[in-house]
RNA sequence: GGGCCCGUAGCCCAGCACGGAUAGGGCGUCAGCCUCCGAAGCUGAAGUGCGAAAGCUCAGAGACCGUGGGUUCGAAUCCCACCGGGCCCGCCA
C-alpha cells in the first residue's frame, strides 16, 4: 500500500543525504513523529550524528536537510522536507498525489501487503479437550489462532490450521464413566447442545461423586485403559461420544468465524508411533536416560542443563507422559520425522473449507499436511515450561529446529468477582480462576446469547421495519464482533478480568463501533447521486485534516499486518481497525459527502469512503470480526 | 528455593521489540450537538480574542508511567534491586 511506499522514498532520502553530507554508517530510521504537525514521517539522524560528532542536532538537521530537499525533488509522494532544530528532519506527503494513488489501488481491490514469496506454517489452536464446551478462556485462544491464520494467509503465507483433539485423555474419560457407572443419559436433553449437556452436567457431576466415592477413581482408569486399546465396545462407544462432543464445539467454533484445515487426534498421535522412533533417537544419542535410582526410579528422564532438574517423559509402567505426545506432534508439524498419518474428509460442510482428518489406515486424499517450515503454537501461558522442554527436544532432533517451532502464549481469561457472583460463586479476591470441575465458568455459548440478546433489542430500535431474521442475523454479528474484538484487542501476556457487564458494552472501542462505523460508510454510498473518483486535480481539493488522516490511515493496513504477523500480536488489526473508524467518523461528522455541492470534491470524498470502508472491513476480516452493510 | 508474566488517570487498556519532540485511547463524570449523509456517533471540560458566518486563535479536566538506584545529552521504554499481583516448576493433561 502507499504509505510504506512513501516509507520507503524517506528511508532512502535519508540514507542518500546523510552519505552526500559525508555521514557514514547511520541506518535511516524513519518514524511517525508523535504529532501530525511535525509532518508525516521524521527521522531522528541528525540527534545520533551530532552525538558522533559532537556538532549541535539542529544545524546537523539543516545540513542533511538541504540535500534531503534535492533528492526529494525526484520522489513520488514526498511533499516538503524541514529540519527542525531538536534535531529532526520532517517530511510531508504530497497529499494529493498519495490520496489519488492510494484510492486508485484499493478501489482495483489492492488491500494485500508486498507478496513476499510465503512460508508454509502450521498454526496449532482450539485445543479444547472433548468432554466439554468452550468457555470465554478456549475463545480467547480460537480468536487468537484464527486470527493469526487470516493475518499470515493475507501477509502471502501457506497456512496450515490445525485443532489437536486429545481423545483420549481422563477428561474424555470422565464422561464415557458417567454414561456408563453413574446411569447418566447419553443423550442430552431437549434443546440443550451436547458439548453444554457434558460439560455443564456430566463433567460436573462425575467430578463429584469422585469427591464422595474415592473407588469411582478405579473406574476412570479402567475407561482409560480401554479407550488405549484403540478397540473394543469401550473404545468404540468412547470414538463415537467424542465425535458428538466434538461436532458440537465445531459449531461454536464455526459459529465464531474460527476454521481448521485438519484435526490431530491424540490417539492416533499414540498408535503412529513416532514417539517410539524418537524415543530411540534420544537414546541413542543419550538424551534421555533411564533411572535406576532416586525418586525417579525406574523412569526416562531429560535432564534440565539449566536448573538441574530432570523431567519424566516415561513412566516407571512404561507409559508416556504429556509431554512426550507433544514432542512427536511438533516433529510431525516440521517435517522432522516421517508422515506416518493419511488424511480423510472430515467435515465438508465447514463455512471456509473442507475440514480433513488425519487418519492411520493410509488414506491420503490427495492433501498435505505437516512438513511446515514454521510451527505456532497458541497454548495458554501456564504451559510455557512445557512448551520450552519441546523447543529444546526438537533441537536435539535437528539442530537450530527450535528456531522454527514458537509458543504463541497468552494468559488466561478469569472472571471479575461480580460475574462469579452473577453465577453463583462467592469469592476473595477480586477476580477468580475459571474451572471446569467446579462449574465455574462463562461458556461462549451463553455470552454469545447474552450478546445477541441485548444486541437485538439496539438493532430493533433502529431497524423497525425489517424482519426478525433480518434482525437476527444483524444481532449475531454484533454479538460475535463483539466478543472476538474483546478478546482480541488486549495484549496476549495480560490477564483478562472478564466482567459480564463490561463485554456487553457496545460504544467506544468495541467491534460493534467497528460495525456501526462500516454500515455508515456503506449508506453514504448506497445514498448517493455521484461516483467515487478521484484524480489528482480533485484529490487537491482534499485538504483538511480530517480527510488526509483518514488517507494516511486506511493506507496503513499492510504496516499494521505485518508487525502482527512479525510478532504473532494480531491485536496490532485491533489497534488499527479503531484507529481507523475514529479517523472515519471525525471525517463523517466534519465534511458533507453527498452534500457537499462542488461535484467534483463530492465524488473525491465518495472515492475516499469507498477505500476507507474497504479497508475497513478487510481489517476486520483479519480479526474474524463480521461485516455487515446495514446493522 | 528456581523461573516466567503483569504493575501507566476513579476504573480498563495503548505506547516498551527499535530510548528522542506536548505519555495515546476507552469506560465513567460534567457540558453541548439529531428539521442537516445513521446519536452503536461526534464535540468540548464553565472559557478568551477575531469574524456576518464557515472557521481561525489562545486557553483548557483527570497520570509522582509501582518504588529506589544506574546507564545516557535524553528513560514509561534499557540494566539492577526491591514492593505488590498472577502463573509455572507432577510418574496430571
Given at each position: 500500500m502507499k504509505f510504506r511506499e512513501f516509507e520507503g522514498e524517506v528511508e532512502e532520502i535519508v540514507a542518500e543525504s546523510c552519505r552526500a553530507s559525508g555521514y557514514k554508517d547511520f541506518e535511516a530510521d524513519v518514524s511517525l513523529p508523535p504529532n501530525d504537525e511535525y509532518g508525516d514521517l521524521a527521522s531522528a539522524v541528525p540527534i545520533r550524528v551530532a552525538k558522533r560528532s559532537g556538532q549541535k542536532p539542529g544545524d546537523v538537521a539543516v545540513t542533511i536537510a538541504s540535500k534531503a530537499i534535492e533528492f526529494a525533488k525526484k520522489s513520488k509522494y514526498v511533499g516538503s522536507v524541514s529540519p527542525h532544530r531538536g534535531g529532526y528532519l520532517n517530511f510531508s506527503i504530497n497529499a494529493p498525489r498519495f490520496i489519488a494513488d492510494s484510492v486508485s489501488d484499493i478501489a482495483s481491490g489492492d488491500l494485500g501487503a508486498e507478496r513476499k514469496a510465503g512460508e508454509k506454517i502450521a498454526i496449532e489452536h482450539t485445543n479444547v479437550n472433548p468432554n466439554k464446551a468452550l468457555h470465554i478462556g478456549h475463545a480467547r485462544n480460537l480468536v487468537l489462532g484464527d486470527s493469526l491464520v487470516r493475518v499470515m494467509r493475507y501477509l502471502g503465507h501457506k497456512v496450515q490450521a490445525l485443532n489437536y483433539v486429545d481423545d483420549s485423555g481422563a477428561q474424555v474419560a470422565d464422561i464415557i464413566v458417567g454414561f456408563r457407572f453413574l446411569g447418566l443419559p447419553d443423550e442430552a436433553p431437549e434443546g440443550v447442545k451436547y458439548d453444554v449437556y457434558c460439560g455443564d452436567s456430566v463433567y460436573a457431576k462425575v467430578n463429584q461423586e469422585y469427591a464422595k466415592n474415592p473407588s469411582l477413581k478405579e473406574k476412570q482408569s479402567f475407561v482409560l485403559k480401554e479407550i488405549e486399546k484403540g478397540s473394543g465396545e469401550y473404545a468404540d462407544y468412547t470414538r463415537a461420544i467424542v465425535r458428538r462432543i466434538l461436532d458440537s464445539q465445531l459449531s461454536t467454533c464455526w459459529r465464531l468465524g474460527a476454521t481448521y484445515d485438519l484435526l490431530n487426534w491424540e490417539s492416533q498421535l499414540v498408535h503412529s508411533k513416532m514417539w517410539e522412533k524418537i524415543f530411540e533417537t534420544l537414546k541413542k544419542i543419550g538424551y534421555v536416560k533411564y533411572q535406576d535410582l532416586g525418586e525417579n526410579k525406574g523412569c526416562w528422564v531429560i535432564p534440565d542443563a539449566e536448573t538441574g532438574e530432570e523431567k519424566v517423559v516415561v513412566r516407571s509402567d512404561g507409559t508416556v507422559v504429556y509431554v512426550a505426545k507433544d514432542i512427536p506432534y511438533a516433529a510431525w508439524k516440521l517435517g522432522l520425522s516421517n508422515d506416518p498419518f493419511g488424511y480423510e474428509v472430515y467435515a465438508d460442510d465447514q463455512p471456509g473449507g473442507v475440514l480433513y482428518s488425519t487418519t492411520l489406515e493410509g488414506k491420503k486424499s490427495g492433501v498435505h499436511f505437516g512438513n511446515a517450515e514454521l510451527a505456532i503454537s497458541v497454548i495458554d501461558t501456564r504451559q510455557s515450561y512445557l512448551q520450552r522442554i519441546v523447543a529444546k527436544v526438537l533441537d536435539k532432533l535437528h539442530e537450530g529446529a527450535s528456531r522454527r517451532y514458537m509458543h504463541r502464549s497468552y494468559e488466561v481469561v478469569s472472571?471479575?468477582?461480580?460475574?462469579?457472583?452473577?453465577?453463583?460463586?462467592?469469592?476473595?479476591?477480586?477476580?477468580?480462576?475459571?474451572?471446569?470441575?467446579?462449574?465455574?465458568?462463562?461458556?461462549?455459548?451463553?455470552?454469545?446469547?447474552?450478546?445477541?440478546?441485548?444486541?437485538?433489542?439496539?438493532?430493533?430500535?433502529?431497524?423497525?421495519?425489517?424482519?426478525?431474521?433480518?434482525?437476527?442475523?444483524?444481532?449475531?454479528?454484533?454479538?460475535?464482533?463483539?466478543?472476538?474484538?474483546?478478546?482480541?484487542?488486549?495484549?496476549?501476556?495480560?490477564?483478562?478480568?472478564?466482567?459480564?457487564?463490561?463485554?456487553?458494552?457496545?460504544?467506544?472501542?468495541?467491534?460493534?463501533?467497528?460495525?456501526?462505523?462500516?454500515?455508515?460508510?456503506?449508506?453514504?454510498?448506497?445514498?448517493?447521486?455521484?461516483?467515487?473518483?478521484?484524480?489528482?486535480?480533485?484529490?487537491?481539493?482534499?485538504?483538511?485534516?480530517?480527510?488526509?488522516?483518514?488517507?494516511?490511515?486506511?493506507?496503513?493496513?499492510?504496516?499494521?499486518?505485518?508487525?502482527?504477523?512479525?510478532?504473532?500480536?494480531?491485536?496490532?488489526?485491533?489497534?488499527?481497525?479503531?484507529?481507523?473508524?475514529?479517523?472515519?467518523?471525525?471525517?463523517?461528522?466534519?465534511v458533507p459527502v453527498n452534500k457537499e455541492p462542488d461535484p467534483e470534491l463530492r465524488d473525491a470524498r465518495l472515492a475516499l469512503v469507498d477505500a476507507s470502508s474497504r479497508v475497513l472491513a478487510e481489517s476486520m476480516r483479519l480479526m474474524g470480526v463480521p461485516v455487515k452493510d446495514r446493522i
Open positions: 472472571l471479575s468477582k461480580k460475574t462469579a457472583s452473577a453465577i453463583g460463586f462467592e469469592i476473595e479476591g477480586e477476580f477468580a480462576h475459571m474451572s471446569g470441575r467446579k462449574g465455574l465458568y462463562v461458556n461462549v455459548d451463553t455470552m454469545l446469547g447474552k450478546l445477541k440478546e441485548k444486541a437485538k433489542v439496539e438493532t430493533r430500535k433502529r431497524n423497525l421495519a425489517e424482519s426478525d431474521e433480518w434482525v437476527d442475523a444483524v444481532a449475531e454479528a454484533v454479538a460475535v464482533a463483539a466478543l472476538r474484538y474483546e478478546l482480541l484487542k488486549q495484549d496476549p501476556d495480560k490477564m483478562i478480568v472478564f466482567d459480564m457487564e463490561e463485554a456487553l458494552r457496545f460504544q467506544g472501542d468495541t467491534g460493534p463501533y467497528l460495525l456501526y462505523t462500516y454500515a455508515r460508510a456503506r449508506r453514504i454510498l448506497d445514498k448517493t447521486e455521484g461516483k467515487p473518483r478521484v484524480n489528482l486535480a480533485s484529490a487537491a481539493k482534499l485538504t483538511t485534516k480530517k480527510e488526509i488522516q483518514l488517507a494516511k490511515k486506511m493506507s496503513m493496513l499492510d504496516i499494521s499486518a505485518s508487525t502482527a504477523g512479525e510478532y504473532l500480536s494480531p491485536k496490532e488489526i485491533a489497534r488499527f481497525s479503531h484507529d481507523l473508524a475514529v479517523a472515519f467518523n471525525e471525517f463523517y461528522e466534519g
